[in-house]
């Protein structure tokens, strides 16, 4: 492994490591022999952990990553016939080579949004064909907390967003991967959040926040789909056998605020990021930086060039929108090294 | 955590946590930023491991678990009208809780079997209704090795199974979670147990044998299915984004023997359980012991004043036969206070 | 068309055509535009029909075939972790090229069983691993009335599996492909057969006793599978556009008990085909001869030559037994033609 | 059943009846008994017949309706990774309450279209992510023939679409529910229409031009799909025990030319219902007349009296238009009527 090919760069918050808690903990955590499958003290202590900020009504089930977390939590409170609202770049609907159309058999209704934030209205839009047999019938509404584009929906809108659901019967479910981002973004505790907002599940992010792997399907409150979620969750061959080692990361990320920490660092990272690239001549800021992802028009012809160098995805060819992402472990250093880059970059193609 | 609690027991070897070396392979995996999802030098080089055990022409894909390894193979493999020949107790049959029917949308056509084996003839008398719209056809075998009763197929069973497979037009899988302990067993490398045997695909275990976490879906020569492999391993929610971690585990593994080493330990402890409890009064052997997982008849009336003590399974409860699994990491002296344990209260209820 | 290839013959009795006044029904409903996919009369008077006979609870779906009838009910009732208790040649297990499996992506339990009756005890004895995520979750019991073997459950067999089911809280359904022959058999209305028995729900049997084409999902009672039913027949493809067409053939069958009429011929068929070949030295029924089916062991030599001459099926080809159906249009001189040609290739064999 | 009730009606084509024809050739095959799902003379000669109108390579395969025709055809051509580009509106999107995302497990890709017309562009534009795991990978296109707005594809259109297609890998779907009023509206054959068009598999419409029900899935050359689709009809519980009275019809149907002439028929009765309501003040025709359906936008205010007294269905509300369609037996009195009626509501509500 060359130095070079491990440099932080700025593609994705997945592509950092672990957090050396991370490491501390599974190592703390492999002591003999204890139940599989989660009948562990581990597990017990997370779901705890989990309480501990959500409320003593909370449940938690550890998965192993995002696609996992998402796809078991709508399955399991969906029928096939029932379809799931989202923006149109939401990452089940885009990014999943259509995993969820094949273990849940059902249908993604995706609305264009500006933001990433889909609203009440659009959500309202959608509610058509009700009762009749021809159409699939809207079962849940899921928006990613940050959305795909680094912006929060506020607390007021999150609830809104519950508020229209509910009021049509439907799931409201949050795409949590990045949601220690959001709650540092809007200084808020995580009951706040997903609380006090009605949030029904949440797909509760652990890798992109430190973890070496581990996701969450939280419910804040007793739900039907409970009942259904152990099965849901084996079949989606979710179910680790060694669970204590998904367990004790969460652990150790939810106890004493790691969590919280960890994405305030990105987070920061990203606004440094920000103002660096915000000020050279040829980039603009393309959407507001509100959590640990900038996205920033550059010039064309300088796309090419920097991926030489660097790392990252475009994510809009058309309006040259690239994405960049910060990390937990991502240095300031990073970010003046590669802010430099950019505007050398730029500069020699304008 | 008391020491109770992670005493070594002989429930799973998935009770076991990680081979020590899997820890440093991971914190060594753990520098800087790579690309996610297996586009990093560490999954080539496990990738690569694979090839030097099993040849130039091998394939390796990382999953989560075994589920994922068996579901994603043959998923990837068949459509849904193509069904699954498998013993009556395989772990894909009566372990997943159904997730092989729901993702694959096919049919296992499960054939009761005697020391947990498959035999040619078993096979030929399931291929029925060929051509046939109103019957499922068959597209697979599917066997564990070792089986799910601690027995190995010889090399010339194997092969002859993939024979009748072949000969049929159909797939020959095979589920290794303990797929080093069958080596070990059979005194072979993995080469003469998987291609010289004419397997085309075979979900290599790890968890079992030492990782954290992780399996590989092996094919050990080039085959149809693997123009699918990649979509339908991330359909099924087996992409891992930092792939690294799973794939610096099976470097480790793979690279100066640990697998045979982990396996060979786990096998002697058998024997040594096998041994012991052999002896007592009141025990008898039920299947041959060849591998980790030792199979013993106990007089009905101790299991549950035993099961007060230890964590372990019945396994028939109409034969009163209980399974015990040995690990890496079991011990002599954990096999003599575990006979000890049994030879106490079989006396005790005689 | 000669002669020949039209002549009644037993192989099933799918391969009958359909009543004249089926012909009549559809004539006398083709008269100018109704609104289509069930929002017709002809639908709501044959809805009305099934309610004089099972009484006013009772909802009716109406499906294109059997295959459609029964894996629409059970889907529609069941979540994919909720496996269905079947006897092992169940039509839906062995008969739907895995149709079942692929559409609602649960598992089948098929249980061998004599005289192709499922019991309570076999019910029971597939109750394990309740509440294990590794285990399907028992969901349903279905069982063929009259039975895959010609037989017929006796009222209090029924009930006696309804008792098992609800007890468990599971979905017990009838597969009525030949719900009428059984009525007949058992001397009761449908009430009796279907209401006091306590079915949840019945795939009521039309094709194969005079419609052209056309089966019905029938609740007897409310249920909550019934808010699912409408979308789960559309995503099943079983919703006709132009319902009218099977509504006014149910109509037809319904009133004034052609239903009944036409299983009674039928059943009197069969006994007489079983009268005579019964006497014939050589061969000997199988199974009792309770409804429109005549299973019989014949000489082995026997059944190739007379499959030259005559169409049917080979049952079980290592007992040697055949299976001959009777059908609404069979006659008594078919009857008796047929059972001379096999008295005399049997004589011809010995 | 009163003669209001069944009024003709422009709601649509399948509100209509069956053509007389089709119950005679229903009557024909009613003789006797015959082998059962396809296994008998009047499938063979409607196979015969449209291998006369389509080539001697062309292979056709009844199913019950348009739903299961279009999925059929799909899952059986493609894998669950492999999605299927479509116009927003098509049928399988938005009138399959999700039935092909739930049986073939795979995610259709809407593209916003004009005048109901995919272009190679729009194909184009989706041929994104290829060979990327977290994307879908398109594998067919699939366009209505006619539209979902009575417009028709010219020949060259046709043909260029299969281009672009073929030059991507993709299969090329073409649902013809209406395709026989397309086939008059280009004033071609079928072979021009589906041969040299290089169209690779058709969903051919029986139920809207005549019958009582039926549809085919017509390969015009071999492809690959064929091995599959005797047991993806099957699974899709759309193989007809009884199939001689579908294939009857469609022998009736294809032989000495009445498919074109109810297709003509009522595409002149749509040609003449547009000049009609087009004279009207505050109607504007919405899309060009070239099939049989009219789409009008009126004066929002009319809308709903006029559906007070004529059964029809909005097609975009935001913009006042509304679908009529005629039938293989719509006079010119019912639209002289129907148009009469038009005319006065819209005058009531100025």
Redesign the interface.
């Known amino acids: 492994?060359h130095?070079q090919?491990?440099?932080?760069?700025f593609?994705?918050d997945?592509?950092?490591?672990?957090h050396?808690r991370m490491?501390a903990a599974?190592?703390e955590?492999?002591?003999?022999?204890?139940?599989?499958?989660g009948g562990?003290?581990?597990t017990a202590r997370a779901v705890e952990a989990f309480r501990e900020l959500l409320g003593p009504q909370a449940q938690a089930f550890f998965v192993?990553?995002?696609?996992?977390a998402n796809?078991?939590a709508l399955a399991a409170a969906l029928?096939?016939?029932q379809?799931v609202i989202c923006p149109s770049h939401a990452h089940v609907a885009?990014?999943?080579?259509?995993?969820f159309?094949?273990?849940a058999?059902?249908?993604l209704i995706d609305v264009p949004v500006r933001d990433g934030k889909l609203t009440p209205a659009d959500v309202e839009a959608q509610l058509r064909g009700i009762g009749d047999?021809?159409?699939?019938?809207p079962g849940a509404v899921t928006v990613s907390q940050t959305t795909e584009v680094g912006t929060v929906y506020s607390i007021t809108e999150l609830r809104a967003l519950a508020d229209v659901a509910h009021r049509n019967g439907l799931l409201f479910h949050v795409d949590g991967a990045r949601i220690a981002n959001a709650a540092v973004a809007l200084d808020v505790d995580l009951r706040t959040l997903l609380v006090e907002t009605n949030v029904d599940v949440c797909s509760f992010g652990g890798?992109?926040n430190g973890l070496?792997?581990g996701e969450a399907v939280v419910f804040p409150r007793p739900h039907p789909a409970l009942e259904?979620m152990?099965?849901?969750?084996?079949?989606?061959?979710?179910?680790?056998?060694?669970m204590?080692?998904v367990a004790a990361q969460f652990d150790a990320l939810l106890r004493e605020g790691l969590w919280r920490e960890n994405a305030a660092h990105a987070n920061r990272m990203a606004k440094l990021l920000a103002e660096r690239v915000g000020a050279i001549e040829g980039v603009r800021i393309a959407y507001p930086v509100e959590a640990n992802g900038v996205f920033a028009a550059l010039p064309p012809a300088a796309i090419a060039p920097l991926q030489r160098e660097r790392?990252f995805y475009v994510w809009d060819a058309d309006a040259s929108v690239v994405r960049w992402m910060t990390?937990f472990?991502t240095t300031e250093d990073d970010v003046h090294d590669f802010a430099d880059a950019v505007a050398r970059v730029v500069r020699e193609v304008r």
Request: net charge positive; charged share 20%; glycine share 10%.
């Open positions: 492994m130095a090919s491990t440099r932080v760069h593609a994705s997945n592509n950092a490591g672990a050396p490491l599974i190592a955590a492999n002591a003999g022999h204890v139940a599989g499958y562990d003290e581990y192993f990553n995002g696609s996992g796809i078991v029928r096939p016939h379809a885009v990014d999943e080579c259509g995993g159309e094949r273990f058999g059902a249908k047999p021809h159409h699939v019938q890798t992109k070496l792997f259904v152990p099965y849901a969750r084996k079949q989606a061959m979710q179910l680790a056998s060694k204590r080692f790392r990390a472990d």
